[in-house]
């Protein structure tokens, strides 16, 4: 039954996201936790990019097909108070260095298998991260352990939900609290229902088998545990296929869609998502998953990461077609060296008893 579920959710998602593509959005653009958050952050006013205003409904249905499954499953148990403060900045970190190099770690998978190399530098550079974030780990790194809400305090592992369904009424209805782009990215989009239902389905398939690259290059570093690992190379295979089948796989570094060839600053933009994802335990795709599902520590995380996309685009630091700016490269640096700091406050304290 493992391998049902790994292959079904590699194909929703691999298969899906070159589905999307065909269906309107941008090029190895199916499904993106970062640009995706990233477009929803301009479609609120977070930023003010005119191309990137867009509330993208694969992210909407990431959270509500999260919260249905979780809902009807009876595994619905709003928590957290695990030091939400830092989950914020650690979501800043992860979109700024997502932006950088173009895409979160799921679009790294997808953009290698349409021939992106580039996405292998970024990755190679997401596996880094992982590993610095398991140094800490190793030396008592811990946020502390979310708690179990009761009483009235359930009603706040709905807001996630709640959120994505305003959002969702507002692009239905092109509700003037929201910003739409003419041009651009933020103008490709595949047709609202069909971006909906893939997202709904890659939201419930991943809130059952735990979806995340981190993670699961975390338990390979640590315990040799493929299982996460799997399902991600099951979605590259269905994207390749795809790919291949529409004739959308173009091998190379260059003129590739979304993406740029500065290789240090790939592998560095990723580096940050990887350290940032270890240290608050899940990648952007599963802090979506886990704020469906009632965790109030990861919607801040989700919160950080939207105001990243502010910071990112405000400070002129994300990337571009052309390469990443001296902005972004300072903001890269100025990231890692917060998500260390974090990584060594966070340490859990040793006492040690004298007996007598």
Not at 146 to 171: D, E, I, K, P, T
């Amino acid at each position: 039954m493992q391998w049902v579920f790994i292959i079904i959710t590699g194909i929703v998602f691999g298969l899906g996201a070159v589905l999307l593509v065909k269906a309107g959005n941008p090029g190895n653009y199916g499904f993106c936790a970062a640009c995706h958050l990233r477009d929803i952050a301009g479609a609120l006013g977070i930023h003010r990019v005119a191309t990137l205003q867009y509330v993208r409904p694969e992210i909407l249905g990431f959270v509500l097909g999260s919260f249905i499954l979780a809902k009807t499953s009876g595994e619905f148990r709003p928590r957290g108070g695990a030091q939400p403060a830092v989950r914020f900045v650690l979501g800043a970190l992860m979109i700024i260095g997502a932006l950088v190099f173009l895409g979160c770690p799921l679009r790294g998978i997808l953009r290698l298998a349409g021939g992106d190399l580039n996405g292998l530098v970024g990755l190679a550079g997401f596996a880094g991260g992982i590993l610095a974030g398991i140094g800490f780990l190793r030396n008592g790194y811990n946020l502390g352990r979310s708690q179990v809400y009761s009483g009235a305090g359930n009603g706040v592992g709905y807001l996630a939900a709640a959120a994505a369904f305003v959002l969702l009424a507002g692009v239905v209805m092109q509700a003037g609290f929201l910003n739409f782009s003419a041009k651009g990215p933020g103008a490709m989009h595949a047709p609202l229902l069909v971006s909906l239902i893939l997202g709904l389905l890659g939201g419930a398939l991943a809130w059952k088998t735990r979806m995340c690259l981190s993670g699961g290059l975390r338990d390979f570093i640590l315990v040799s545990d493929t299982y996460l690992l799997k399902i991600y190379g099951v979605i590259f295979l269905a994207a390749f296929i795809g790919n291949q089948y529409f004739g959308f796989f173009k091998l190379g570094f260059a003129e590739q869609p979304l993406a740029h060839s500065m290789h240090l600053w790939n592998f560095m933009g990723l580096f940050l998502v990887g350290l940032a994802a270890t240290l608050s335990g899940g990648c952007p795709l599963r802090q979506l998953i886990m704020a469906g599902e009632g965790n109030t520590d990861a919607m801040f995380c989700v919160l950080g990461m939207l105001a990243g996309a502010g910071i990112s685009h405000g400070l002129n630091a994300a990337g571009s077609a052309s390469g990443v700016g001296m902005n972004g490269q300072i903001a890269v640096v100025a990231g890692l060296a917060i998500a260390a700091m974090i990584g060594v406050a966070f340490r859990q304290k040793v006492s040690l008893r004298t007996e007598g």
